[in-house]
């Protein structure tokens, strides 16, 4: 095997790992150069990848102890996917497959709008890892923003209309918009269930401040009215959400994309819900969101 090597992407984050193949062992001196390109690049693309759940997990569970995969908004079937009973509390999947008209995993064919995975836990995951098992031939990119690089260009205005304010991050609805399960509509965003977390948070292993956001819908800052709260959050989503900080993830089988969820966001554009498209995610267990 050729020695690890990586290749930016030329985006605003993100960079490509050849080299490794990881079906086998990743020595502790391999990891650790895909540790420095991670903290560097902030999302790592490995394609061509072989995997199966254990093997995935194995490799995710290198960047610390797995989270449990979120609650869907509807039941699914497993049994069309590659999870496996003994895996299937780890494993997230996120297909638009369906069998008997049930949902084989989540999320459909639809566009999901920019988010952070997990934000409405208290301990929202620091990593997630996502592996194509099917692919459309067209349709279902990822995009991804660099939130680092959108707290360091805030206005001056806003940097210091963010400082010290926290954010309610909504529980209730996936990035689909979908209700979960046991959950009801709120009407009033003060009263919005989920986790509070700072605006800017600061990265415990880089020391670099991020903008911290979420999803937009349901979201309320603290201490202010609703509609200021409304004003600022439009503002910083505007600017957080331009396309220079952001780079497109266009899918092949067998490609293994990770990123650091304390400081990029991301969504998926739509896709021709005739086509098959499964993926599995592995979601790390994070820690308290430190204020920036």
Not at 255 to 261: E, G, I, Q
Request: glycine share 8%; aromatic share 8%; with cysteine.
């Amino acid at each position: 095997m050729c020695a690890m090597w990586v290749q930016p992407t030329g985006g605003a984050l993100g960079a490509d790992v050849y080299g490794v193949d990881l079906s086998q062992p990743v020595s502790d001196e391999t990891f650790q150069k895909i540790l420095d390109a991670w903290g560097e690049h902030l999302v790592l693309r490995f394609s061509g990848q072989k995997l199966d759940d254990p093997t995935l997990m194995k490799f995710s569970a290198r960047f610390g102890e797995l989270d449990r995969a979120p609650v869907l908004a509807a039941d699914r079937d497993n049994k069309d996917t590659a999870a496996t009973a003994d895996v299937i509390d780890w494993i997230a999947v996120i297909s638009n497959l369906k069998k008997d008209g049930k949902p084989v995993g989540g999320l459909g064919s639809y566009e999901l709008v920019w988010h952070t995975d997990m934000s409405y836990n208290p301990l929202p995951p620091r990593a997630s890892l996502l592996y194509a098992l099917e692919v459309p031939p067209d349709g279902g990119n990822t995009g991804f923003l660099n939130m680092y690089a959108a707290y360091e260009t805030l206005p001056d205005k806003l940097k210091r209309a963010v400082e010290g304010k926290t954010c309610i991050h909504d529980s209730s609805r996936n990035s689909a918009g979908e209700l979960r399960r046991g959950f009801q509509t709120t009407h009033d965003v003060t009263k919005t269930p989920g986790a509070v977390h700072p605006l800017v948070r600061l990265h415990p292993v880089t020391q670099k401040k991020a903008l911290f956001l979420g999803r937009r819908p349901g979201a309320y800052v603290h201490g202010l009215s609703v509609e200021e709260s409304e004003e600022l959050l439009n503002a910083i989503w505007a600017h957080a959400t331009q396309e220079r900080f952001a780079w497109y993830q266009k899918w092949r089988i067998g490609d293994l994309l990770m990123w650091d969820n304390r400081c990029v966001m991301h969504r998926r554009d739509a896709f021709d819900e005739s086509l098959r498209r499964v993926m599995h995610r592995t979601q790390i267990v994070g820690e308290p969101v430190l204020a920036g």
